[in-house]
Each structure stands twice: as C-alpha cells, then as structure tokens.
C-alpha cells in the first residue's frame, strides 16, 4: 500500500504562491514506486465536495488542469524523489480548501477522485484578501 504526504500549505495573501509537494512511499522493494502511477491533485473547500485541480500521467508527458486552476498552477514530478509537486500562483480566496494528492495505477479518467486508490491527509491553504 502505497502511502502519501502532502507538505507545502500555509497562508498567503491574494495574488501569493505556494507550492505543495507530496512524497510517494511505502513500497520498499521496488526502487522507485511513484513511478508506477498516475498522480493527482485534488481540494475540497468547506461545505462543498472534493474536486479535481491536477492531474500527471506516469512519466509526465501528459498534464491536466481544471478550468479554474489552468494558467496558474502547474503540476510536475520527479520519479527519483518519489516526489509531486503543485506550483500555485496569483492566488485567490477561493483557492482556499485543503489540498490532498492520490495516487492511481488503473485510472482511465484522472479528473475522477474514485479512480484513485492512495490518498494522502492534505494540507491546508488559506489566502486572504
């Protein structure tokens, strides 16, 4: 069972950065295991459901954003860190929610949170005005 940990949150002021990492382990005998999966980002604000923000294919060569996220954040990896990362910037109040990166080694539809098998606990971020 692979296991994941999010890193990164905080409190920003509007139109601040952040960027969130997610360590891949729990796999031991295999020598890079985050290279195996599919990664995602996804947040859920309170009151509201979980909704996609990010998505990475395998090795990278694919990325996928949602609408309200596209042209500020950027998703990228590095499989010999074991290591996700979310670059966020010009930030809004309603990019605040806790963030929570999975992990898929089947997903066919990477914006679909039930797609994903291995969820970390999240980290919150918070922008003010």
């Known amino acids: 069972q692979v296991q994941l940990v999010e890193s990164g949150g905080g409190l920003v002021q509007t139109g601040g950065s952040l960027r969130l990492s997610c360590v891949v382990s729990?796999?031991?005998?295999?020598?890079?295991?985050?290279?195996?999966?599919?990664m995602g980002w996804f947040r859920q604000a309170p009151g509201k459901q979980r909704e996609f923000v990010s998505a990475?294919?395998?090795?990278?060569?694919?990325?996928n954003y949602a609408d309200s996220v596209k042209g500020r954040y950027t998703v990228s990896r590095d499989n010999y860190k074991n290591t996700l990362y979310l670059q966020m910037n010009s930030l809004k109040p309603e990019d605040t929610a806790v963030y929570y990166c999975?992990?898929?080694?089947?997903?066919?539809?990477?914006?679909?949170?039930?797609?994903?098998?291995?969820w970390g606990q999240g980290t919150q971020v918070t922008v003010s005005s």
């Open positions: 729990g796999q031991s005998f295999i020598s890079h295991p985050m290279a195996m999966y599919a």
């Open positions: 990475i294919s395998w090795n990278g060569g694919l990325t």
């Open positions: 999975a992990a898929s080694l089947k997903a066919s539809r990477l914006d679909r949170d039930v797609e994903y098998e291995s």
